[in-house]
C-alpha cells in the first residue's frame, strides 16, 4: 500500500534519521551529497568545511533536502523538502547548532575516539584557525513525505 505521511509522521521522520541529502545547483550543475544533521523548529541544521556544496548554495540558496527510512523494497518512508539556505554567522547560534549536531550524532559514534570530521583539527588550538567551519541551517519551505508498506 502506497500513501502520504500526515505533518506528525513528517516531523518523527526528521527528529528521527540522522543522515539527510541536500541537492543544490548552481550555473547549470546540480550536485547532491549526505550530510549528518540535526532537525529543530523547521529548520534543518548542518555543518560543513568549505567547498563544492558550500560554494553553490551560497550562490543559488535554494535547495532540496531527502531523508528516508528503508526496510526493504515494499516497507519505506520518505521525506522531501524544498528550503533555503542559511549560513549562521552569529557565535551563539553557531555553538548552539553544533551542540545539536554533536548530540544527535554521537550516540552513533563506534568508536571513542571517533568524532565529526568537520572543524576538527589535531590541536584544540588550531580549531577556527586552521579549518573553516560552515554551519547553517536549512529553512524548509515545502514538505511532502511518502511510504509503502506490506
Not at 505521511?5 to 546540480?30: F, M, T
Not at 527510512?69 to 549562521?88: H, L, R, T
Request: aromatic letters at 8%.
Amino acid at each position: 500500500m502506497l500513501g502520504k505521511l500526515n505533518d506528525a509522521e513528517i516531523e518523527h521522520l526528521l527528529k528521527e534519521q540522522v543522515v539527510g541529502r541536500v541537492a543544490c545547483q548552481s550555473k547549470g550543475e546540480i550536485y547532491l551529497v549526505p550530510i549528518n544533521y540535526v532537525y529543530r523548529d523547521g529548520y534543518i541544521y548542518g555543518h560543513s568545511g568549505e567547498g563544492k556544496k558550500i560554494r553553490m548554495m551560497r550562490d543559488n540558496p535554494h535547495v532540496c533536502f531527502e531523508i528516508d527510512d528503508i526496510q526493504n523494497v515494499f516497507q519505506w518512508k520518505s521525506v522531501i523538502a524544498k528550503g533555503v539556505y542559511e549560513e549562521i554567522t552569529d557565535v551563539d547560534e553557531k555553538q548552539q547548532a553544533m551542540q545539536g549536531i554533536i548530540h544527535r550524532i554521537m550516540p552513533l559514534v563506534t568508536k571513542p575516539e571517533g568524532h565529526p570530521s568537520h572543524g576538527i583539527t589535531e590541536k584544540d588550538s588550531d580549531v577556527g584557525t586552521l579549518v573553516e567551519l560552515v554551519v547553517y541551517r536549512i529553512r524548509l519551505e515545502e514538505i511532502t513525505g511518502r511510504f509503502e508498506k506490506s
